[in-house]
């Protein structure tokens, strides 16, 4: 099972910030609320949940970077 991000769309603003920084295009505004497009693989950069100023999304696990 594919896994997205979580849109919380009663934290929604519509804003359309997580749609400009989404690299792969996964993210629209549909009715001023973030949605998935469940037929586009998320790349789970974990910038439009970084940059969602109202904690509207969430990514079902965390990104984590190691330094060598």
Same mark, same amino acid.
């Given at each position: 099972?594919? =896994? +997205?991000? *979580?849109? %919380?769309?009663?934290? &929604?603003?519509? !804003?359309? #910030? !997580?749609?400009?920084? &989404?690299? !792969?295009?996964? #993210?629209? #505004?549909?009715?001023? $609320?973030?949605?998935? $497009?469940?037929? *586009? %693989?998320? =790349? +789970? &950069?974990? #910038?439009?949940?970084? $940059?969602?100023?109202?904690?509207? $999304?969430? &990514?079902?696990? =965390?990104?984590? !970077? =190691?330094?060598?």
């Amino acid at each position: 099972m594919r =896994e +997205w991000p *979580i849109i %919380d769309p009663e934290k &929604c603003q519509g !804003c359309g #910030l !997580c749609v400009s920084v &989404c690299g !792969c295009g996964a #993210l629209v #505004l549909l009715e001023n $609320i973030v949605t998935v $497009i469940q037929g *586009i %693989d998320c =790349e +789970w &950069c974990g #910038l439009c949940e970084a $940059i969602c100023p109202n904690s509207a $999304i969430s &990514c079902p696990f =965390e990104v984590v !970077c =190691e330094e060598d």
